[in-house]
């Protein structure tokens, strides 16, 4: 039916006075249209686009599902954090300990979930839907590694503790270089938090410590902003990492200059921590 | 920047220059807190004389240093070599796969100049035996860049985006291409083998090829124009039942709030200038050879419209 119109149009175009490539042109338009007119259009049309929907369809509602079980890992990581800065001298052991059940329960729960939605998907693809919460974690359990040991926890340790959250059927969900960096560079401003509430309470020893892990760790990144995926927000990311890193060495050097002005202080207080009475004459 | 990497530096040195001794004068040797900061210390001006070489933390010195200290701070710096030289790979793979997009962009613009024939008045079959003379040339592109990435299975996506604007464009070549010549859409798996992606581990993302076909139709209204300035009176008829059906296509699509929607929310304009091209023939009687063939088929087009 289509062909007969075509071949009509033809020889009704060529009884007619039209230049010669115009003719030439709906010829094979129409030659090349009878050989693929005969397989219809719309129908095929309609079919494969009903399969691109339930394609889109299934992976919008896996980035969707994705998306969620991020944003519960970042919420309960906060929690873990809020947790480890309730640290005071006298309740280091509860208190850590209480942040780390809380991060177990982390994972167990909600990461897990986040490795079953992720099952049997391409991690890559649906990174940006799980990279903050996976952010955050790293955040929360690189801060409660340094509060307990002092060390940082690698990324090989925190994989292997994932492992064995996903079926062997799959492939685990393995935290990307570059997520562990990016929550390492946010971990920062925790530290931050952190030595400047040690300093308040007098532990400057302590708070001495964590400025040496901090410049450590930023001293390291210096190095990796190139050649990360994404080198603008590593770059504004270190820009806030050094803010901390001064702020921490700023609120050290507060302290170690004023320390001679409170010399007669020393010895009244708690022997362990002779600077205890001046850290609350600093203005941080 | 530049400043601040300044204050940043002298900040160290300020704070750290007093530190050691007094501290130890206040604590006695404290080999965890005070021995790291030598090695701080040094670092900036380290850094600025071999800052590119990867294994520029020679531990050795420091570890010697720091024997005593903290255990962790070896595991440390390995840790971030190794990172370093992993990401550094990364940087290597991406500016090789720069490179083969560099050519597919190229390719694609040589598709592009071929395809603009048909603006020209060029009879069709030149037009589309230049433009199809390219798609060997992106195919090769395509197979060079997928060697590439078998050399890091599973991390298609993270690169990705690398290649992902050119691919959209090269989709919407041979859409348009294949359109001139078929007077139909080209499918996902028909673009897929045209470019050589259709194997699970290097395929066409199905949303860059939608993208693709809608770059196609921003195409058509300037199609539409030129083709009846050109004298061919019944191409406006063609191509709104063609965006007609391709709109149609689409509304069965649930797209998320991103680039694909922005795109399909401009479908409605392709489809309402060439909408106006068809209603400016046709009160003109331009079309009226069409109407006199073919009862049957402007009966047809008159039912799109109304669904339309």
Same mark, same amino acid.
């Given at each position: 039916m289509k062909c007969c119109s075509a071949i009509q149009k033809i020889v009704l175009m060529a009884s007619d006075s039209k230049p010669q490539r115009l003719r030439q042109w709906a010829s094979f338009q129409s030659s090349a249209a009878k050989k693929t007119r005969t397989m219809t259009t719309q129908s095929s049309l309609k079919d494969a686009f009903s399969s691109y929907a339930d394609d889109l369809n299934h992976l919008n509602d896996k980035r969707e599902k994705v998306v969620k079980a991020s944003r519960d890992i970042t919420a309960n990581s906060k929690k873990v954090i809020f947790q480890v800065h309730r640290i005071s001298k006298s309740n280091k052991e509860e208190v850590l300990e209480k942040a780390h059940k809380d991060l177990a329960a982390v994972v167990d729960q909600y990461v897990a979930r986040l490795v079953k939605e992720l099952r049997g998907s391409d991690f890559w693809k649906l990174r940006r839907a799980y990279s903050p919460g996976i952010q955050e974690y790293v955040e929360a359990a690189t801060l409660c590694r340094f509060c307990k040991s002092g060390t940082l926890l690698n990324l090989e340790e925190m994989n292997a503790s994932l492992? $064995?959250?996903?079926?062997?059927s799959h492939k685990p969900l393995q935290i990307n270089i570059l997520d562990y960096i990016l929550g390492l560079a946010d971990l920062t401003g925790e530290l931050m938090r952190l030595a400047i509430g040690r300093i308040s309470d007098g532990e400057l020893e302590y708070a001495q410590k964590i400025c040496t892990f901090v410049r450590e760790i930023h001293r390291e990144l210096t190095l990796l902003v190139p050649r990360m995926d994404e080198p603008y927000d590593m770059k504004t990311k270190m820009e806030t990492m050094l803010q901390s890193v001064m702020k921490i060495e700023n609120a050290c050097f507060g302290v170690h200059v004023r320390k001679s002005e409170y010399?007669?202080?020393?010895? $009244?207080?708690?022997p362990s921590y002779p600077l205890m009475g001046v850290a609350g004459g600093i203005d941080l | 920047m530049k400043s601040a990497f300044r204050t940043g530096c002298s900040t160290i040195s300020r704070s750290l220059n007093p530190n050691p001794p007094s501290l130890s004068a206040l604590h006695g040797l404290r080999s965890a807190a005070v021995a790291p900061s030598p090695r701080s210390l040094r670092a900036p001006t380290f850094r600025a004389a071999?800052?590119?070489?990867?294994?520029?933390?020679?531990?050795s010195s420091s570890s010697s240093a720091m024997?005593?200290?903290?255990?962790s701070a070896l595991p440390l710096e390995k840790q971030f070599e190794d990172f370093r030289a992993q990401l550094e790979d990364s940087v290597v793979l991406r500016e090789r796969i720069r490179a083969v997009v560099l050519e597919i962009e190229s390719t694609a613009r040589l598709m592009y100049s071929s395809l603009l024939l048909v603006y020209l008045s060029r009879p069709l079959p030149e037009v589309l035996d230049k433009s199809k003379a390219h798609i060997g040339t992106l195919k090769d592109n395509y197979s060079r860049l997928a060697d590439i990435l078998s050399e890091c299975p599973d991390q298609y996506y993270r690169y990705h985006g690398d290649w992902r604007s050119e691919t959209q464009t090269a989709v919407s070549l041979l859409a348009f291409t294949h359109y001139l010549e078929t007077g139909n859409l080209l499918l996902h798996n028909e673009a897929g083998e045209r470019l050589g992606l259709n194997n699970s581990q290097f395929g066409l993302d199905l949303e860059d090829y939608l993208v693709g076909v809608l770059f196609m139709s921003n195409e058509l209204p300037r199609y539409v124009v030129n083709q009846v300035t050109a004298g061919d009176y019944d191409c406006p008829r063609k191509v709104l039942k063609f965006l007609t059906e391709l709109n149609a296509a689409f509304r069965m699509l649930n797209l998320r709030n991103d680039f694909l929607r922005k795109k399909f929310d401009g479908l409605k304009y392709d489809l309402r200038r060439v909408e106006e091209v068809y209603y400016d023939v046709k009160i003109r009687g331009l079309a009226s050879d069409e109407d006199s063939t073919g009862d049957q088929r402007s009966k047809e087009i008159n039912d799109s419209e109304v669904v339309h």
């Open positions: 492992s $064995s959250l996903s079926d062997p010399n007669p202080l020393l010895g $009244s207080g708690d | 071999s800052s590119a070489t990867r294994c520029c933390c020679s531990s024997s005593g200290g903290e255990a």
